[in-house]
């Protein structure tokens, strides 16, 4: 997204106050969804947080896809409605590793996350503001479309893991290795040969 204002100025003559307006609409309509909708569909029934990921994903890819097209200033707001979905993968992905780790190991993990992503941000921006100036000549929507491939990847990646995992498959923390008798390992588990060293 680092270079959207570059590219709808450039190819769809956007104002600065139209492309403040369509952010505006791209963020009202992600943010609507994430408090309201998500909760809604979570509440009311069964569907697990993979295939709402999924949903997402495609939400998202066909948002970029339509970007990347985009001939005409409304299809440009088209591409904000048909990407509402687009914040459902990341709000997933973080309930289920949420749900594969202990309590005390959350923070752990959700600082790895954060880590990560502000690395893939700034790899992102410089990759892309390089790409789009040397590609835009050919066709100006190509790294929205490099970007829905991208988006392809990780849906393949979410779709794998969505027919893997068993759909029951229990919560295994820290915790319950400690506490569970059948999971506990005995002295007479363990080689001789490394309790010799000890």
Known sequence: MDIALLYLKENLNFSQTLFGYFKG???FLRGITLITVLPLVKRFTSIRDLPLVLVGFIS????FVVLGVA???WMVFLAAVLGMLKGVPSAGIRAMMSS???QDEQGRLFGIVAASESIITLIASVLFNELYPATVHIFPGL???????LILLMFLLILYLHCTLPSDMPQMSYQTVVEDPQL???DSDIPSSLTAEA
């Not at 998202?60 to 948002?63: I, K, M, P």
């Not at 790294?143 to 491939?149: S, V």
């Open 25 to 27: 609409l791209d963020n």
């Open 60 to 63: 998202f890819a066909v948002n």
């Open 71 to 73: 001939s005409t200033q």
């Open 100 to 102: 594969m780790v202990s």
């Open 143 to 149: 790294c929205y479309m490099l970007g829905a491939g």
């Open 184 to 186: 506990q390992i005995s």
